[in-house]
């Protein structure tokens, strides 16, 4: 079985302060992982994603995630937030089942 | 443009009464879910389907029912047994072991 734990729910920074979400997940065997991102009232839109190859990937708009096996984490990260970014992110997992589960979501507040 | 399409938006049901979701995609994807959505619980699977004809009871199928005639569509219809369905409600779809894409949610309240 597959989980994922996201450890905030909700992360209040300045604009311009760096940032850090946290997601921890479980798994008997190889994973995916991914971040995305939701506005109110919409869908989820993939941010970034780590299939294979090397353990940090990035997003267009600044966002790194480093995938960590020995720790089982995906954490992520912004050096500079902007108020833009205020949205709910959810950690998600996809492992030997192909059915992604996902965290129950950290909403990033951001004040100017 | 590919993508995936939710209809409606908005949706009120009354006491009693089945509504159906529309949930369809033209990306060529074999799998696709249903998920609810509640404040402060992330995203819980309500049915997936990973081939066509064929679907599979999630963590809370209690109250939904759902069907797969077509490779594109994916309706979810909400019964009068499900005592709680105001929520908001995301479908998605996805290659096997790919990205799940998804649709822009249906906002479904009980009046």
């Known amino acids: 079985a597959q989980s994922v734990t996201q450890l905030d729910s909700q992360v209040p920074v300045f604009e311009e302060a760096p940032v850090e979400l946290r997601c921890n997940y479980s798994?008997?065997?190889?994973?995916?992982l991914f971040w995305y991102v939701q506005y109110p009232n919409q869908g989820l839109q993939l941010l970034l994603k780590y299939l294979s190859g090397s353990t940090l990937v990035e997003s267009i708009n600044g966002f790194e995630a480093e995938f960590n096996k020995s720790q089982t984490s995906f954490h992520l990260r912004k050096p500079s937030v902007h108020i833009s970014d205020t949205a709910e992110y959810f950690c998600?997992?996809?492992?030997?089942?192909?059915?992604?589960?996902f965290g129950r979501g950290t909403s990033l507040i951001v004040h100017p | 443009d590919g993508g995936i399409t939710q209809s409606p938006k908005y949706l009120f049901r009354k006491e009693g009464q089945n509504v159906t979701l529309s949930c369809e995609q033209n990306l060529n994807h074999d799998a696709m879910y249903w998920y609810r959505q509640d404040p402060g619980q992330g995203l819980r699977l309500i049915y997936y389907?990973?081939?066509?004809?064929?679907?599979q009871k999630g963590d809370i199928a209690e109250g939904y029912s759902v069907s797969r005639e077509k490779k594109e569509s994916f309706p979810l219809t909400v019964t009068s047994a499900q005592k709680n369905p105001t929520a908001f409600y995301l479908c998605?779809?996805?290659?096997?072991?790919?990205?799940?894409?998804f649709g822009q949610g249906t906002r479904l309240t009980v009046v």
């Open positions: 998600a997992v996809l492992s030997g089942s192909y059915i992604p589960t």
């Open positions: 798994s008997s065997v190889s994973v995916y």
């Open positions: 389907s990973q081939i066509v004809n064929d679907f």
């Open positions: 998605a779809s996805s290659m096997k072991s790919g990205v799940a894409f």
